[in-house]
Nanobody
């Protein structure tokens, strides 16, 4: 059974930082593109950042310069460092290997004043 489990979400003040982690089990994702997506209340799920197996990162314009995606293929894990957080970053964040159809359950990130 494939599982992607996110952690690291929470409540943070404007301008603060959080680091999300995602650990995959049940399959080896070292050759897959992995990424982070988010869904805010009343909005569609959107891409935040992805990273290929070769280490090429792609970011949504809204997070460029503030968020950094990284991965540890040996640990089958992917991370998202989020800095300078804004209220509009509030959402449920999902880890995914979307091309393989694998999604985590999500972790809530709330940015407030």
């Amino acid at each position: 059974q494939v599982q992607l489990v996110e952690s690291g979400g929470g409540l943070v003040q404007i301008g603060g930082s959080l680091r999300l982690s995602c650990a995959a089990s049940g399959t080896n994702l070292r050759f897959a593109t992995m990424g982070w997506y988010r869904q805010a209340p009343g909005k569609q799920r959107e891409l935040v950042a992805t990273m290929t197996s070769g280490g090429i990162a792609n970011y949504a314009d809204s997070v460029k310069g503030r968020f950094t995606i990284s991965r540890d293929k040996a640990k089958n894990a992917v991370y998202l460092q989020m800095n300078s957080l804004k209220p509009e970053d509030t959402a449920v964040y999902f880890c995914a290997a979307s091309s393989r159809g694998y999604w985590g359950q999500g972790t809530q990130v709330t940015v407030s004043s």
